[in-house]
């Protein structure tokens, strides 16, 4: 079964940086398009930053500048490099694996930005 497992999130100030992970298992991550969505308290979940297989970037333009995704195709692991955060980063944070033939979620990891 695929599997996709977040790390790195946690209490960050506001302008602080996070990097998530998230680890593959059951896919093979270059071969998707990989995306990390959020979801904040009272809020629909909204697209941050996706890579598609073919190795094209797309960010939502809350983070655009801000944020950077990558992916190490040897570790079969995804990135998301967030710098200057903001409270309004807050959210609960998914990663996303997506193909012609499944969509794969992981269990969301917790980013608080204090003010």
């Known amino acids: 079964q695929v599997q996709l497992v977040e790390s790195g999130g946690g209490l960050v100030q506001a302008g602080g940086s996070l990097r998530l992970s998230c680890a593959a298992s059951?896919?093979?991550?270059?071969?998707?398009?990989m995306a990390w969505y959020r979801q904040a308290p009272g809020k629909q979940r909204e697209l941050v930053a996706r890579?598609?297989?073919?190795?094209?970037?797309d960010y939502a333009d809350s983070v655009k500048g801000r944020f950077t995704i990558s992916r190490d195709n040897a570790k079969n692991t995804m990135y998301l490099q967030m710098n200057s955060l903001k409270p309004e980063d807050t959210a609960v944070y998914y990663c996303n694996a997506d193909s012609f033939r499944t969509e794969s979620w992981g269990q969301g990891i917790q980013v608080t930005v204090s003010s």
């Open positions: 059951g896919i093979i991550v270059s071969r998707y398009t």
């Open positions: 890579i598609t297989s073919g190795g094209s970037f």
